[in-house]
């Protein structure tokens, strides 16, 4: 018998339903799904897991918070703890008769490291069976039965590496997180978490931040006009000078402009915009965030897309497609669906087919495409929106450049040149197909030199420059990758952890006071944790474990004497450390100002003495007693902004698995929703504070 381990179920039906050809009998085995067929006359069980079925801690003796010095923990043993006992016991049951073992997670660092685990507890058991390795990157009859019918081997090196991250960031996580939680006094549920990923690219929302409150605003002004040509075509123009950077420049300007302008120089061009490049992980992600997913709920789609069998792999770095893929069959396949047919007609009419390529290369996974045709019914309406742009942004890959012609004139009014500048679109090509390209033409009428034209309106505009924007999503993953922070498969989980923790909330994403206390204190006396250098440097040196330059052992002890140097500094220097995270826990605390009349006070987060139910208070107290309950459950972040409705301060409550509510504290707000004045009677009574 072969077994086949998958890294989930859903993969190990779909892989088991391919190779028997639908002809699968299913057993459990302690409460485990096992899927049973025969293939090329030979007997096969497939096994999915749940992802990592193992994962790295320290023994017991290290749980201790208090007993246990942080410092400890950097040349502290590891071992590997099950987390999925059901799987590993039925896993190690049905190992026991397998003759060969195939490995059939995915094919990345990831996958690799799981499907080594999964192979070392089967060799508990059974310690003479084969074990092999299915690569694939798409789960569709073509790809598993291609690499089923020619399995290699595992990839040590990369499960190494992968071993290599698990051990290196429990180390900086757990050593760091215990150190400055337990010096600002913010433990068990109230911890700070700091880890080798993670705190760099907090450092890199907080510095935007800053940047933005620093902000000095540099004031400008601007002159347009409105003009009309003698046939009543009408269109605008703006100075030459397009910022006046002194208001008397700009008024002398103004002033001389009279009722009629001549045209003095007419500039065409033809403009090529080129087609996106292919899909990887991170440009997927931004894609995503265009259309208002966030970074997590658009790789979790995508993974449910990819082990459905609608699209290829969705973790690749890879933006030029291998020679492997029929680009023209995918098309031909696409244009089967009417939703479809016109672009792919498109891509098949020209005579050659030239696909983008990005600046990436890569072999392990292509880029993402689309795998099978699916129907709008077939999919739910997220899944749609992210397959249909797979599908689109696959098509325009494959045909020509769009080309737009732009036009630019200069007109004479009075001796003051204004530019006036239009285009219109030549040839639509891929733009015509990919709505997700913002680009309109813009109207500019015929014109000729010496050609006179009215002066309908004129505008001085005072403007400003303005702060630079807070990044989304989407753009920190593109400079997380720039920076060499994280992997494709870990960038989207560190944004979800650094919101679930109540450092950043909404998106664009904006830090808490808390979190700016971290990153300063982190800035100010350990560097190197919070900058990209050090992070970069480890995953320069976990690339060299997959190439084979580095053990793994050598790069976890170079993190732990890089770990070892950084909180020697933090310990000499805990007190003041102390002093500055907790004041920006307590500015964390500050909901907004208390709305009762003659009142300056803030409301601020407290906690009953008696319940230990969190409330909001003046902080004006005995003075004031304004009071307002919040929900219970929950992680609580404050945003300093007001309601639209009724201007009272608002909170945002984040609950692991749904979506951040934000709350208006107004129990009487006339823009209450009915589900908050259906949870509020059902629960506001017993939550109140004394």
């Known amino acids: 018998m072969k077994l086949i381990i998958s890294e989930k179920e859903i993969a190990a039906g779909r892989i088991a339903k391919i190779l028997s050809g639908n002809g699968v009998d299913e057993e459990k085995v302690y409460g485990v799904p096992i899927h049973h067929f025969k293939h090329g006359g030979e007997d096969y069980k497939v096994i999915g897991l749940k992802g990592h079925i193992l994962k790295v801690d320290y023994p017991k003796e290290y749980a201790n918070w208090f007993k246990v010095d942080p410092i400890e923990l950097i040349d502290a043993p590891i071992e590997k703890i099950p987390i999925q006992k059901k799987i590993i016991q039925a896993l190690v049951k049905v190992s026991g008769d397998a003759d060969e073992i195939i490995i059939a997670t995915d094919y990345d660092r990831e996958g690799e490291l799981i499907g080594y685990d999964a192979m070392q507890l089967v060799k508990e058991k059974n310690t003479i069976a084969a074990a092999k390795r299915a690569k694939f990157s798409a789960i569709t009859p073509k790809d598993i039965n291609e690499a089923f019918s020619k399995p290699g081997k595992i990839d040590l090196n990369l499960a190494f590496a992968g071993r290599a991250r698990q051990d290196i960031d429990l180390i ?49 002004w601007v002159i347009s006009v409105k003009l009309k040509t003698q046939s009543g075509e009408e269109f605008e123009a703006t100075h030459k000078t397009k910022r006046f950077l002194n208001k008397d420049d700009a008024q002398a300007a103004y002033i001389k402009l009279g009722d009629m302008g001549t045209v003095i120089g007419v500039k065409e061009s033809i403009r090529e915009i080129k087609p996106l490049a292919p899909l990887n992980t991170t440009a997927l992600i931004m894609s995503g965030s265009s259309i208002g997913f966030s970074a997590s709920k658009t790789i979790s789609i995508a993974e449910s897309l990819y082990m459905n069998g609608y699209i290829s792999y969705p973790r690749t770095d890879n933006t030029v497609y291998p020679s492997s893929i029929d680009l ?32 990436k290369r890569s072999t392990d996974h292509p880029p993402i495409y689309p795998t099978t045709v ?14 249909d742009l797979i599908v689109r942004r696959f098509i325009c890959t494959l045909l020509p450049a769009a080309k737009v012609r732009n036009i630019t004139a200069s007109i004479d009014i009075n001796e003051e040149i204004f530019i006036a ?40 505009l005072d403007k400003e420059t303005m702060p630079p924007s807070r990044y989304t999503q989407g753009k ?25 923790r109540g450092y950043v909330s909404g998106n664009p994403l904006q830090p808490s006071e808390k979190a700016i206390a971290v990153v300063r204190m982190l800035k100010k006396h350990a560097e190197k944790i919070s900058s ?19 053990t793994k052992e050598d790069v976890i002890s ?75 459950k929950g992680l609580l972040i404050t945003t300093r902004e007001e309601c639209k409705h009724c201007k009272y301060p608002m909170v945002k409550i984040i609950t692991k698995g749904r979506r951040p509510w934000d709350l208006c504290i107004n129990p009487e707000c006339p823009g209450k929703d009915e589900k908050y004045k259906n949870y509020k009677n059902n629960r506001g009574s017993k939550e109140a504070s004394d």
């Not at 023209?328 to 050659?352: N, P, W």
């Not at 040839?427 to 030199?449: G, M, N, Q």
């Not at 920190?476 to 679930?500: C, F, P, S, W, Y």
């Open 172 to 220: 900086w996580g757990a050593t760091l997180t215990r150190f400055i939680s337990l010096t600002t006094y913010q433990v068990k549920d109230k911890f700070l978490s700091v880890g080798r990923v993670q705190t760099p690219t907090l450092a890199l929302i907080v510095e935007r931040e800053l940047e933005i409150k620093s902000f000095v605003p540099t004031p400008y």
């Open 374 to 387: 699916a129907g709008k019914d077939s999919l739910n309406g997220d899944e749609w929106k992210l397959y």
């Open 328 to 359: 023209k069959e995918i098309v031909r396949m696409l244009g089967t669906s009417g939703q479809y047919r016109e672009m792919s007609e498109a891509v098949l009419s020209q005579d050659t087919i030239v696909a983008s390529r990005g600046k």
């Open 476 to 500: 920190l993953v593109e400079k997380m990758e720039d920076l060499g922070l994280g992997t494709k498969a870990t960038r989207h989980t560190i944004i979800q952890n650094l919101i679930q």
């Open 532 to 550: 990209p250098d050090m992070t970069s440097e480890l995953e320069m040196y976990m690339d060299g474990i997959v190439n084979g330059d580095e």
């Open 558 to 632: 170079r993190s732990r004497k890089m770990l070892s140097e950084v909180m020697a500094v933090l310990k000499n220097e805990k007190e003041e450390i102390s002093q500055e995270i907790k004041k920006g826990i307590k500015e964390d605390l500050i909901v907004g100002k208390c709305p009762a009349e003659n009142c300056s006070g803030d409301l601020v987060v407290r906690t009953s003495r008696k319940t230990r139910k969190r409330f909001l208070g003046c902080n004006a107290y005995p003075e004031c007693t304004t009071t307002f309950s919040l929900p219970q």
């Open 421 to 460: 500048s239009g285009s219109n679109t030549v040839e639509a090509s891929w733009i015509k197909f990919y709505p997700y390209y913002r680009y309109k033409d813009v109207f500019i009428p015929h014109l000729e030199e010496k050609q006179m034209l009215t002066v309908t309106g004129k505008d001085l």
